[in-house]
């Protein structure tokens, strides 16, 4: 379910934030409105606030995570800030037109199941208020109507991770990860139509993942760490979500989690030492550590690496490290992709935009004005056209054909799709606070 975790797990796909480690900074390419936000979230994890004053209340062992996760974040998405082009390469050329899309000044993040079936969850910074607001919208259309659902409140306004699964005709959840507070997980019994929140394990959950409508998972920050070193407790439910048992606790290094199946459970790392991953196959009842080998020609350093995990569609993942997480030296990041579960890693060149998955082997590139895909797990890349428009693309793919992107735009927050497999681009409807 985390593929889109990864993500989408999130959506990770649980890791937001976009940044590169490239000499072109994508920030730098980004609107101003845009350029304050990141800003003032890089300032957020270094205990400051937006004009450099130091956070009130903020705890040095929250500092202290931040610090690490944002480490995580650069490593695990800045792989988009290369850009590469094998020999051999056809595509499209000619003068790129750039529709101007419907927006909003209002961070919005989209969840789509079908090419006309997704949900929107906007967070209200217009009026501000606190504490922040966040509205859930539906369509049936492919966005050309929006209708509101439910609304709630989070703690601060920012972008909120959004993961809608349904996993039959009727039963199906919404995962929300709210700034500063963690998930919150909502269930419908009704194919989306009514929602009703589900109570999670607290302290503050980071990720929460469903096999279906029963079987789930969550894992939530460990008071103690600060005393213990443990990051997290995994707990586990088998009636939706009414009830919640503690699971042994997890390697105390182990970060983020992806579920595909009991079966086949994964937890990134955050520490010390070679970058590795850990398994279960056992739903969370023990794990089994993997080490991930060094690029070609290259070695590990001592410093200290982040690893995350992204599912990839239907099986195989991708995991994500660095040369080095430890500041200022935060090295650039290095992908693997394992189609058996850990036992072997293949080393993936760095690819040459922002990454969507269409299937296992099938992947989505976007860089500026050009679309790229691989159909070997991102050892290939070909250039399919150079004309798309020039809006900023967070790409996800449904199909072949289908795929929607959240835009980052001059004036707000937009949504691009497409029907003809990417070489189009028409922007969709935004919702509107209401």
């Not at 480690?21 to 270094?46: F, G, H, I, R, Y």
């Not at 959004?162 to 009704?190: E, M, R």
């Not at 992908?335 to 935009?353: H, I, K, N, Q």
Request: with cysteine.
């Amino acid at each position: 379910m985390a593929s889109r975790e990864t993500d989408r797990m999130g959506r990770f796909n649980g890791v937001s934030g976009r940044f590169e480690t490239s000499q072109t900074s994508l920030v730098q390419k980004l609107a101003q409105p845009v350029q304050e936000l990141l800003d003032d979230v890089l300032l957020a994890t270094m205990g400051l606030a937006p004009h450099g004053e130091p956070v009130p209340n903020e705890s040095a062992k929250r500092r202290r995570r931040a610090i690490a996760i944002a480490a995580v974040a650069i490593v695990a998405v800045a792989a988009a800030g290369f850009v590469y082009l094998r020999s051999g390469t056809t595509f499209r050329t000619g003068t790129s037109v750039t529709p101007t899309p419907p927006t909003g000044p209002d961070p919005v993040t989209y969840s789509f199941v079908t090419p006309t079936l997704g949900w929107a969850v906007l967070n209200v910074t217009n009026p501000p208020s606190s504490p922040a607001q966040f509205e859930v919208f539906n369509t049936s259309d492919g966005s050309q109507d929006w209708r509101l659902q439910f609304t709630g409140h989070g703690s601060i306004p920012g972008f909120a991770q959004l993961t809608v699964h349904l996993f039959d005709s009727s039963n199906g959840f919404i995962a929300l990860g709210l700034p500063s507070i963690g998930q919150q997980l909502y269930a419908t019994s009704d194919r989306g139509n009514t929602w009703t929140q589900v109570q999670l394990p607290s302290p503050p959950c980071v990720v929460v993942t469903f096999v279906d409508a029963r079987q789930g998972w969550a894992l939530v920050e460990d008071p103690t760490e600060p005393t213990s070193g443990q990051l997290f407790d995994l707990y586990a439910t088998s009636d939706g979500g009414s009830t919640w048992q503690r699971l042994p606790n997890p390697p105390r290094d182990a970060y983020y989690m992806a579920i595909r199946a009991p079966g086949e459970a994964w937890m990134g790392s955050l520490g010390a030492g070679p970058p590795h991953l850990y398994t279960s196959a056992d739903a969370g009842q023990s794990w089994q550590r993997h080490d991930l080998p060094p690029p070609p020609g290259r070695s590990w350093d001592s410093a200290g690496h982040g690893t995350t995990i992204q599912l990839l569609p239907g099986y195989g993942v991708v995991a994500t490290t660095g040369i080095s997480t430890t500041a200022p030296n935060v090295g650039e990041p290095v992908l693997f992709t394992s189609f058996d579960r850990g036992s072997s890693w293949r080393y993936v060149l760095p690819p040459p935009g922002d990454v969507a998955y269409q299937d296992a082997s099938h992947w989505w590139a976007i860089k500026d004005t050009a679309l790229f895909k691989s159909g070997d797990a991102g050892q290939t890349w070909r250039q399919i056209t150079n004309t798309l428009p020039r809006w900023q693309f967070v790409p996800h793919v449904l199909d072949s054909k289908h795929a929607w992107a959240e835009l980052s735009v001059v004036g707000g927050f937009g949504l691009g799709l497409t029907d003809d497999g990417g070489l189009h681009w028409r922007p969709g409807n935004v919702p509107q606070v209401t």
